[in-house]
């Protein structure tokens, strides 16, 4: 069964009401949800469902949404829960995640081809850590000069738009940049992202860069 995904429709709501729909163990499944199951470099959201603790949240292969809970689940099926999301953890998620998409283009702009899109990363609510292959090395000066750059379109105040499309597709676009593939959750314009710093992180392995990204504001 598909839980509806409210982070979709409004990825600023942090409270909902819904009804159970499955129990197992320590997870409860919801009709539907706006907690955020860990997904596509993202991770799951925390929070309380009535006064049951959600430690994470994860997708199943039919687009189940589980809520794992710290203890066994007290609810049934067919109750009808409250569920509250951990707002400020998932809104820097959002923030750096946005973040991470204009570093990325910013990147591009100043290693030219050689930059490719990430090969695999995670953001949580400290950071964004995407892993790029970089087979030619990378020059620090210029990964400074991405960072700059970054800084300049978000202090733009540049709206930020995202969408489903007729097969289910999420697309993200920020005026200026190309469009992208990404179904986590964003900020509406880049005045909520602040202002960022970008570094190198450990090596990943040969011919990789990992590159870090937080929020200084
Ligand atoms: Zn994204």
Redesign the pocket.
Known sequence: MKTLPLYWEDPYMREFKAKVVKVEGNKVALERSCFYPRG???VGDTGVIEKAKVVDTVKDEEGTTWHILETETPFHVGQEVSGVIDWDKRYKTMRL??A??IVYYKMVDVFGSQCKPPASGIVDSLKDRSDYLFPEGLDREKLKQAETLANGFIAENIPIK?WTDEEGIRH?LSEGLPE?H?????VKNTSEIGHVRVERGKKPGAGKERIEIILTE
């Open positions: 596509g470099g993202q995640h946005s991470a998409h995202t993200w992208m990404c179904g986590g959750t964003h």
